[in-house]
């Protein structure tokens, strides 16, 4: 049995096969671009998907009274130096055994400057606290900038009111880096385009890009259990005040944990997806251009071609600083077969880092095909330990999303009770929160869970990880009402016009419309 990702990727047993959906869920989930896909599954940089002048026009008689928004973070860089020392390493070692072949002799030069660009990533970027490993890129930075824009061209008179009015604007996010960052950028975009709204953002730790001014839970900024659900633990979230609605999204949040690192039928699921005999025949297809053959043989055959990224590098800042990274070890090539894969993470997160890997193109490893191949398997671990997951499951992994989901109600709510505080709510989160929100409420009918007896492949399911949570990806309800109180809301996902579940179709406006009777939708969903 051959284990193909020994950190972040589990393997999926599947045949590569052309994507099998259905004429409605093209129109749901497809770009109007049709831009192909590069199958760099979720580190996919955000893009659009509908034309705000092409949505469906306001019903007479309404306008917009309030608006809420769940966002990922943008695209970002390495999370920290793994991949690329480890295969700094092994590509050091082919160099000094003339094992190289012309295309792989550009690989080198590639990953150092992979390695630089993530080592200084953000450097000298306002808003960014600490360069380095895992920041968000200035393609990251720009995907929030963009939503920002568009959504004050979506709603310019929710906002001109905003401005005049008491009603705030409330702005979240889980606490971790990304994700304070990408709300920081968001709103230093409404402040930029509407200075007036600087008095209604709160808090006000989110009006400023300075890294003094930062977000807490004590502020309000900050909220681990509706942003953060699927890593809570006792000693961090847990206290006597802890409310009855946080203790039970820990509870949640704890049978998640243990399903993810204990279920034995998800164990078993993983262990039958490791076993696709196929990953040698792509490794071999990604490496044989690179490294000549007799090298590739001894990948893993002893100690001396077993490579990780253990080791540091040194560059040198624009300040003429020294700054070195150090490995951890951790992350190992044993076979062709990791090797390949370790590239396929290279490959995929260098899509949203075009700036800083200006000049630096690993297109030219990655046969689309095996980035297929690679991302399909990456889509089977999230859809199982993220996603749907199988039947026998019980909805584990999208339970840990109720508190922010009856949260999104709850808002609304305040509106049609005239108790309404906020004009807009912005939440920032990451790819772990987005997909089971849109899991839990069975969004772009690729939410179905499958059976344990079935695997899932590009075949049997339309779940795509680059649709559900592509870097940016994000959720936006916009609220309607007329002089006689009715209260409407549409979805968006990705700014794309979207329907709820089929069984609320009674509970649209009109018929074919994405406009929604908001009581009736919300009987439909059972929040109470």
């Given at each position: 049995?051959?284990?193909?990702?020994?950190?972040?990727?589990?393997?999926a047993s599947m045949l590569l096969v052309a994507c099998n959906n259905?004429?409605?869920?093209?129109?749901?989930?497809?770009?109007?671009?049709?831009?192909?896909?590069?199958?760099?599954?979720?580190?996919?940089?955000?893009?659009?998907?509908?034309?705000?002048?092409?949505?469906?026009?306001?019903?007479?008689?309404?306008?917009?009274?309030?608006?809420?928004?769940?966002?990922?973070?943008?695209?970002?860089?390495?999370?920290?130096?793994?991949?690329?020392?480890?295969?700094?390493?092994?590509?050091?070692?082919?160099?000094?055994?003339?094992?190289?072949?012309?295309?792989?002799?550009?690989?080198?030069?590639?990953?150092?400057?992979?390695?630089?660009?993530?080592?200084?990533?953000?450097?000298?970027?306002?808003?960014?606290?600490?360069?380095?490993?895992?920041?968000?890129?200035?393609?990251?930075?720009?995907?929030?900038?963009?939503?920002?824009?568009?959504?004050?061209?979506?709603?310019?008179?929710?906002?001109?009111?905003?401005?005049?009015?008491?009603?705030?604007?409330?702005?979240?996010?889980?606490?971790?880096?990304?994700?304070?960052?990408?709300?920081?950028?968001?709103?230093?975009?409404?402040?930029?385009?509407?200075?007036?709204?600087?008095?209604?953002?709160?808090?006000?730790?989110?009006?400023?890009?300075?890294?003094?001014?930062?977000?807490?839970?004590?502020?309000?900024?900050?909220?681990?259990?509706?942003?953060y659900f699927h890593k809570l633990t006792a000693d961090q979230d847990?206290?006597?005040?802890?409310?009855?609605?946080?203790?039970?999204?820990?509870?949640?949040?704890?049978?998640?944990?243990?399903?993810?690192?204990?279920?034995?039928?998800?164990?078993?699921?993983?262990?039958?997806?490791?076993?696709?005999?196929?990953?040698?025949?792509?490794?071999?297809?990604?490496?044989?251009?690179?490294?000549?053959?007799?090298?590739?043989?001894?990948?893993?055959?002893?100690?001396?071609?077993?490579?990780?990224?253990?080791?540091?590098?040194?560059?040198?800042?624009?300040?003429?600083?020294?700054?070195?990274?150090?490995?951890?070890?951790?992350?190992?090539?044993?076979?062709?077969?990791?090797?390949?894969?370790?590239?396929?993470?290279?490959?995929?997160?260098?899509?949203?880092?075009?700036?800083?890997?200006?000049?630096?193109?690993?297109?030219?490893?990655?046969?689309?095909?095996?980035?297929?191949?690679?991302?399909?398997?990456?889509?089977?671990?999230?859809?199982?330990?993220?996603?749907?997951?199988?039947?026998?499951?019980?909805?584990?992994?999208?339970?840990?999303?109720?508190?922010?989901?009856?949260?999104?109600?709850?808002?609304?709510?305040?509106?049609?009770?005239?108790?309404?505080?906020?004009?807009?709510?912005?939440?920032?989160?990451?790819?772990?929160?987005?997909?089971?929100?849109?899991?839990?409420?069975?969004?772009?009918?690729?939410?179905?869970?499958?059976?344990?007896?079935?695997?899932?492949?590009?075949?049997?399911?339309?779940?795509?990880?680059?649709?559900?949570?592509?870097?940016?990806?994000?959720?936006?309800?916009?609220?309607?009402?007329?002089?006689?109180?009715?209260?409407?809301?549409?979805?968006?996902?990705?700014?794309?016009?979207?329907?709820?579940?089929?069984?609320?179709?009674?509970?649209?406006?009109?018929?074919?419309?994405?406009?929604?009777?908001?009581?009736?939708l919300k009987q439909c969903y059972q929040i109470q």
């Amino acid at each position: 049995m051959n284990i193909l990702f020994k950190s972040s990727m589990l393997c999926a047993s599947m045949l590569l096969v052309a994507c099998n959906n259905d004429d409605h869920q093209q129109s749901q989930t497809t770009p109007e671009n049709n831009t192909p896909s590069k199958y760099y599954q979720t580190k996919t940089p955000y893009q659009p998907l509908q034309d705000l002048k092409k949505y469906e026009p306001i019903p007479q008689g309404f306008q917009a009274v309030f608006t809420e928004l769940v966002a990922r973070h943008g695209s970002r860089g390495l999370s920290s130096i793994k991949y690329d020392l480890a295969l700094y390493n092994l590509w050091k070692q082919a160099k000094a055994e003339n094992a190289l072949t012309p295309l792989g002799e550009k690989l080198g030069a590639d990953l150092e400057n992979t390695m630089k660009a993530n080592i200084l990533l953000g450097y000298g970027v306002e808003g960014i606290r600490q360069f380095g490993y895992g920041n968000e890129s200035l393609t990251g930075i720009q995907e929030h900038r963009g939503m920002a824009d568009r959504l004050l061209q979506r709603l310019p008179e929710l906002f001109k009111t905003t401005a005049n009015k008491q009603t705030s604007i409330l702005v979240q996010s889980s606490g971790v880096d990304r994700a304070v960052d990408s709300a920081k950028f968001f709103t230093d975009e409404l402040i930029r385009q509407q200075p007036l709204l600087k008095n209604k953002i709160i808090p006000s730790s989110y009006t400023s890009l300075s890294s003094e001014s930062v977000p807490s839970i004590e502020d309000g900024g900050v909220d681990r259990f509706k942003l953060y659900f699927h890593k809570l633990t006792a000693d961090q979230d847990m206290t006597q005040s802890s409310s009855e609605q946080q203790k039970t999204i820990y509870d949640a949040s704890h049978a998640y944990q243990k399903f993810a690192e204990e279920n034995a039928d998800l164990a078993q699921k993983f262990n039958e997806l490791a076993s696709n005999m196929r990953a040698e025949q792509v490794a071999m297809q990604v490496l044989t251009p690179i490294f000549k053959p007799e090298f590739i043989q001894k990948l893993g055959s002893s100690e001396a071609y077993t490579f990780s990224n253990s080791g540091s590098y040194s560059v040198i800042a624009p300040n003429g600083e020294t700054i070195t990274e150090k490995g951890k070890g951790k992350n190992t090539i044993t076979s062709a077969v990791d090797a390949a894969a370790y590239l396929y993470e290279l490959y995929s997160i260098s899509g949203g880092m075009k700036t800083e890997l200006e000049g630096v193109d690993f297109d030219k490893y990655m046969p689309l095909e095996a980035a297929k191949f690679y991302a399909e398997f990456n889509d089977a671990n999230d859809f199982y330990e993220k996603g749907p997951s199988f039947t026998e499951s019980n909805q584990v992994t999208s339970a840990i999303a109720q508190g922010l989901k009856q949260d999104l109600f709850k808002q609304v709510d305040t509106v049609v009770d005239q108790q309404q505080t906020h004009r807009a709510v912005l939440r920032f989160a990451h790819a772990e929160i987005i997909i089971p929100l849109a899991t839990t409420l069975e969004l772009h009918n690729m939410m179905q869970p499958l059976p344990l007896r079935q695997t899932y492949n590009y075949t049997n399911s339309a779940w795509r990880g680059e649709l559900v949570s592509p870097m940016a990806a994000n959720l936006q309800w916009d609220i309607y009402q007329n002089a006689q109180g009715t209260t409407l809301i549409k979805m968006l996902y990705n700014e794309k016009e979207t329907l709820f579940k089929p069984s609320c179709n009674y509970a649209r406006y009109r018929a074919n419309s994405f406009y929604y009777d908001y009581l009736k939708l919300k009987q439909c969903y059972q929040i109470q």
